[in-house]
């Protein structure tokens, strides 16, 4: 094919280039897969801690000087096919004591998104933490309080370039949160992805977002029980 190609002269870059970029899109059209795969499997996983103790995983866990030591995705990790992992991590000190930083090097796949090219360290999905949203300081919630419908409230977001451990308890702040997909200069739900960012829901079902979504709709699908009836968009093309 290379030397038919090159036999037709100035057809062949236009040609390559076309070929080059069906490939591109294909390789892109994977990764969103097992992105959404990867958020889908964590939403699993919160409802499968839920089932056993009755509540939601929480956002964190404080240490005895009242600071978040420990995150929800160690807590989830029984649940993610890693408790030989769970039982070398130490809770009685914070996630970067001495003991757990051993960890720091164990690059975990689900809580990281193939397209986002930061250290495999680094989590790609983050809970949203505010009043009227799944996660709240302060409570402790159930899936069952998802009063707007299970179908249109969100457990877990997509968010580049946070440069966050996936050990580290630190999430998005829902009252900061730009009501925006891959929003400039603000904490945003972003993605490497073009165009669209991820999400999974309290149905452990998941969407692909675009950034040309309705603010109102992005906001509605953050709170639990603010009565909106705005439809959550799905745009899952590459």
Sequence with gaps: ????????????????????????????????????SHIRNIATAMLAYEQEYGVLPPQSVPGPNGKPWHSWRVLLLPYLQEKQLYERYRFDEPWDGPHNKLLHDHAFSVYHCPTDDSDLSRTSYFVVSGPGMMFEPGKRLKSADAIDGASSTVLVVEAAGQDVHWLDPRDLDGVKLANQINAPGQPPISSAHPK???????????????????????????????????????????
């Design 1 to 36: 094919m290379i030397v038919v190609l090159l036999a037709c002269g100035g057809l062949a870059t236009p040609i390559v280039s076309l070929i080059l970029m069906m490939l591109n899109m294909s390789r892109e059209h994977q990764r969103q897969y097992v992105c959404r």
């Design 196 to 238: 669209v960012a991820h999400v999974a829901l309290v149905d452990e079902s998941e969407r692909a977002v675009a950034e040309g979504a309705d603010p109102a709709a992005i906001r509605a699908m953050l709170t639990r029980n603010g009565g909106e009836t705005v439809p959550l968009p799905d745009d899952s093309r590459p």
